[in-house]
């Protein structure tokens, strides 16, 4: 509400972690319920390369256009998250193509 950017991965976590990770991580509601309870838009961006990070390996980030939301404002903030989690991850997997 006072023009600051706060960051929120949905899924909590980086989808592979070398071979030990066993299995997806899902996303979570937080980002889109905050977007929608404080009012504010929310970005997708999706994020490439976090699997070399420890060898400095290059980093790719793409940024789309903002989720919308306006529809859900007034309906079940949980019903209303999801929805807007939904979006969030479509959003992030066409950014992830580009990529």
Same mark, same amino acid.
């Given at each position: 509400? =006072?023009?600051?950017? &706060? !960051?929120?991965?949905?899924? +909590?976590?980086?989808?592979?972690? +070398?071979?030990?990770?066993?299995? @997806? $991580? *899902?996303?979570?509601?937080?980002?889109?319920? &905050?977007? /929608? =309870? %404080?009012? &504010? $838009? /929310? #970005? $997708?961006? %999706?994020? %490439?390369?976090?699997?070399?990070? !420890?060898?400095?390996? $290059?980093?790719? &980030?793409?940024?789309?256009? @903002?989720?919308?939301?306006?529809?859900? *404002? +007034?309906?079940?903030?949980? =019903?209303? !998250? @999801? #929805?807007?989690?939904? *979006?969030?991850? %479509?959003?992030?997997? =066409?950014?992830? @193509?580009? /990529?």
């Amino acid at each position: 509400r =006072e023009g600051e950017v &706060v !960051a929120i991965f949905p899924e +909590g976590t980086r989808r592979t972690k +070398g071979l030990a990770k066993k299995r @997806q $991580p *899902r996303p979570h509601t937080g980002a889109a319920r &905050v977007a /929608l =309870e %404080a009012g &504010v $838009p /929310l #970005i $997708p961006a %999706a994020i %490439a390369g976090t699997d070399r990070i !420890a060898r400095l390996g $290059p980093l790719r &980030v793409a940024y789309g256009p @903002q989720v919308e939301l306006e529809d859900l *404002r +007034g309906r079940d903030l949980r =019903e209303a !998250a @999801q #929805i807007g989690t939904d *979006r969030l991850m %479509a959003a992030i997997g =066409e950014l992830e @193509q580009s /990529l």
